[in-house]
T-cell receptor, first 114, second 111 residues
Framework: DAGVIQSPRHEVTEMGQEVTLRCKPISGHNSLFWYRQTMMRGLELLIY????????DSGMPEDRFSAKMPNASFSTLKIQPSEPRDSAVYFC????????????FGEGSRLTVL | LAKTTQPISMDSYEGQEVNITCSHN???????ITWYQQFPSQGPRFIIQ???TKVTNEVASLFIPADRKSSTLSLPRVSLSDTAVYYCLVGDGNAGNMLTFGGGTRLMVKP
C-alpha cells in the first residue's frame, strides 16, 4: 500500500485566500484524522472521522476551518479565508479502527500564509 | 484523560541503549500506552503499544511496571538515524482519547 497520501506537499498563499488540503487514507482504514503541527503548539488534533462521519471537531480552531469526507478514500481540509497564523504543517492520518491507537500518518502539507 | 509527562530532551551516543520514561499517574484501568517516533519533516510513526509488563518488537521494547503509572521506551544500540522526537500517548481508544500528543522527548544521538 502507498500509505496515506497528502497533497499539496507545500503551499504558499496570501492572506485571505482559500486553501484546500487533500488526503487519501490507506485503503480499508475506517478512521481518518487531521492534525496541525507548529513549533509553538506542537501536534494538535483538529478533527477526526469514523466511517466517513465526523466524530469530534472540537479541535477545529475557528469557523474558517472545515473538513469533509465524502467517501472512504478522500478527505479535504479547507481554510477560508486563510490567515498568517494558519501557517503550519497539516498532517492527515488514518487507522484501521478508531480504538486501535495505531495511526498511520501522511508526509504532511506545509502551509505558509503570507 | 490521562496526562503524560516526558523529559523535553535527551542526548545519547551511537551504540548506547536509550531509555525514555513517560509518567502517567492517572492512567485508567482500560488505558493502553502507545509510543510514536517523529523524524524532521515527517509525520509521526507508530513504534509500540502495550498494556502491562513488557512488549518487544523489532524496533524497541516497552517496559510497564505493575502500577502502570509510568512506562519506559527502550531503544537498543541507537544510531544517528534514531535522532527524532518520541511521543507517549495514553488512552483506551474510546471517544478518541488515544489521540492527544504531548510535547514529546527530543532525542539527539551523537557520533
Amino acid at each position: 500500500d502507498a500509505g496515506v497520501i497528502q497533497s499539496p506537499r507545500h503551499e504558499v498563499t496570501e492572506m485571505g485566500q482559500e486553501v484546500t488540503l487533500r488526503c487519501k487514507p490507506i485503503s480499508g482504514h475506517n478512521s481518518l484524522f487531521w492534525y496541525r503541527q507548529t513549533m509553538m503548539r506542537g501536534l494538535e488534533l483538529l478533527i477526526y472521522f469514523n466511517n466517513n462521519v465526523p466524530i469530534d471537531d472540537s479541535g477545529m480552531p475557528e469557523d474558517r476551518f472545515s473538513a469533509k469526507m465524502p467517501n472512504a478514500s478522500f478527505s479535504t481540509l479547507k481554510i477560508q479565508p486563510s490567515e498568517p497564523r494558519d501557517s503550519a504543517v497539516y498532517f492527515c492520518a488514518s487507522s484501521l479502527l478508531l480504538a486501535s491507537g495505531e495511526l498511520f500518518f501522511g508526509e504532511g502539507s506545509r502551509l505558509t500564509v503570507l | 484523560l490521562a496526562k503524560t509527562t516526558q523529559p523535553i530532551s535527551m542526548d545519547s551516543y551511537e551504540g548506547q541503549e536509550v531509555n525514555i520514561t513517560c509518567s502517567h499517574n492517572n492512567i485508567a484501568t482500560n488505558d493502553y500506552i502507545t509510543w510514536y517516533q517523529q523524524f524532521p519533516s515527517q509525520g509521526p510513526r507508530f513504534i509500540i503499544q502495550g498494556y502491562k509488563t513488557k512488549v518487544t518488537n523489532e524496533v524497541a521494547s516497552l517496559f510497564i511496571p505493575a502500577d502502570r503509572k509510568s512506562s519506559t521506551l527502550s531503544l537498543p544500540r541507537v544510531s544517528l538515524s534514531d535522532t527524532a522526537v518520541y511521543y507517549c500517548l495514553v488512552g483506551d481508544g474510546n471517544a478518541g482519547n488515544m489521540l492527544t500528543f504531548g510535547g514529546g522527548t527530543r532525542l539527539m544521538v551523537k557520533p
